[in-house]
């Protein structure tokens, strides 16, 4: 079973699609296809479900994304053990993190990471950020810029590079919502206001303990992945929402929104990288790490 073959596994494990998935790799759709069949018949199981429409892991290939990620971490620390003398880092290291983040807090960590790991190859995926940490326990990616949970996972290892206060925002667009708040004075109807909500993770948990705490029972009028989207649909009028500050400093739609003074402020996110404790042995995440560790420490 050769590295390839892992590595074509693992790109329609994330993708789900046999076009963006051959896309990624530099090969042709039928040229996935045939390895995947190859790689199936070499296990002895299936490892996706597909059909003319959809494509998706069987119990086994969920089982077999830990495999892959686990062996190919192993061959990289082979090849850097290999020569002793050998000081300069090779191999694909994957990261995950919101949009935002991507240009905030990861623009600094990769800025300084590839001064001294240029041959190092960054594969980024850019996504929702309340998955984040589930995309790590579930091997899809190496690493990930994320908020730190309440409850982190006893095989999770967190370094804090920057933390974000959470606002509530609300349209400053002519709107029912707008008219309301602007009518209200210092008294914000907090329980007739429509909520723009994300669909998972922490930004939702701290929104459900502030309703709680101020004995709110929701109106949601949409749930969103992604608090880009959020701040967009709040600046056409939609409802009001939770986001995070460094959100809301980097969108193109703050001017078109406003903070809210709510009682009893959120509790700010704790942001840095995350990874599985036992991959820190691989010397790729290892750099990663290192470099996050003293950025934290400046």
Same mark, same amino acid.
């Given at each position: 079973?050769?590295?390839?073959?892992?590595?074509?596994?693992?790109?329609?494990?994330?993708?789900?699609?046999?076009?963006? /998935?051959?896309?990624?790799?530099?090969?042709?759709?039928?040229?996935? *296809?045939?390895?995947?069949?190859?790689?199936?018949?070499?296990?002895?199981?299936?490892?996706?479900?597909?059909?003319?429409?959809?494509?998706? !892991?069987?119990?086994?290939?969920?089982?077999?994304?830990?495999?892959?990620?686990?062996?190919? /971490?192993?061959?990289?620390?082979? +090849?850097?053990?290999?020569?002793?003398?050998?000081?300069?880092?090779?191999?694909?290291?994957?990261?995950?993190?919101? %949009?935002?983040?991507?240009?905030?807090?990861?623009?600094? !960590?990769?800025?300084?990471?590839?001064?001294?790991?240029?041959?190092?190859?960054? +594969?980024?995926?850019?996504?929702?950020?309340?998955?984040?940490?589930?995309?790590?326990?579930?091997?899809?990616?190496?690493?990930?810029?994320?908020? +730190?949970?309440?409850?982190?996972?006893?095989?999770? /290892?967190?370094?804090?590079?920057? *933390?974000?206060?959470?606002?509530?925002?609300?349209?400053?667009?002519?709107?029912?919502?707008?008219?309301?708040?602007?009518?209200?004075?210092?008294?914000?109807?907090?329980?007739? !206001?429509?909520?723009?909500?994300?669909?998972?993770?922490?930004?939702?948990?701290?929104?459900?303990?502030?309703?709680? +705490?101020?004995?709110?029972?929701?109106?949601?009028?949409?749930?969103? /992945?992604?608090?880009?989207?959020?701040?967009?649909? %709040?600046?056409?009028?939609?409802?009001?929402?939770?986001?995070?500050?460094? %959100?809301?400093?980097?969108?193109?739609?703050?001017? $078109?929104?406003?903070?809210?003074?709510?009682?009893?402020?959120?509790?700010?996110?704790?942001?840095?990288?995350?990874?599985?404790? $036992?991959?820190?042995?691989?010397?790729?995440?290892?750099?990663?790490?290192?470099?996050?560790?003293?950025?934290?420490?400046?």
């Amino acid at each position: 079973m050769d590295n390839r073959s892992l590595q074509l596994f693992l790109a329609l494990a994330e993708t789900l699609h046999f076009g963006r /998935a051959s896309e990624r790799c530099h090969i042709s759709a039928s040229t996935l *296809s045939r390895n995947i069949k190859q790689l199936e018949q070499e296990v002895g199981v299936e490892l996706f479900n597909r059909d003319n429409r959809t494509v998706s !892991l069987t119990k086994q290939g969920k089982d077999f994304i830990e495999y892959a990620n686990v062996s190919l /971490a192993q061959w990289h620390r082979f +090849k850097s053990s290999l020569d002793e003398n050998h000081t300069e880092l090779t191999g694909e290291l994957s990261l995950y993190c919101s %949009v935002t983040a991507s240009y905030s807090f990861l623009y600094r !960590l990769l800025e300084t990471f590839r001064q001294h790991h240029q041959k190092i190859e960054i +594969k980024l995926n850019t996504g929702d950020p309340g998955v984040a940490i589930s995309r790590i326990l579930d091997g899809y990616e190496d690493m990930a810029i994320a908020a +730190k949970p309440d409850q982190l996972p006893s095989n999770m /290892a967190f370094c804090a590079t920057g *933390s974000s206060a959470l606002q509530f925002i609300a349209p400053k667009v002519q709107c029912n919502i707008s008219n309301i708040i602007s009518g209200a004075g210092q008294e914000i109807p907090w329980q007739s !206001l429509p909520y723009i909500v994300p669909e998972h993770g922490l930004n939702r948990k701290r929104l459900e303990h502030w309703w709680k +705490k101020n004995h709110i029972t929701p109106q949601i009028y949409a749930q969103v /992945a992604g608090n880009e989207a959020i701040v967009s649909m %709040v600046s056409l009028g939609f409802g009001i929402a939770l986001v995070p500050q460094i %959100v809301l400093d980097n969108s193109p739609l703050q001017d $078109k929104v406003q903070v809210l003074k709510a009682p009893y402020q959120p509790k700010d996110f704790e942001i840095g990288l995350c990874v599985q404790r $036992k991959n820190l042995q691989n010397p790729l995440i290892q750099a990663m790490w290192q470099i996050s560790q003293k950025l934290k420490s400046q």
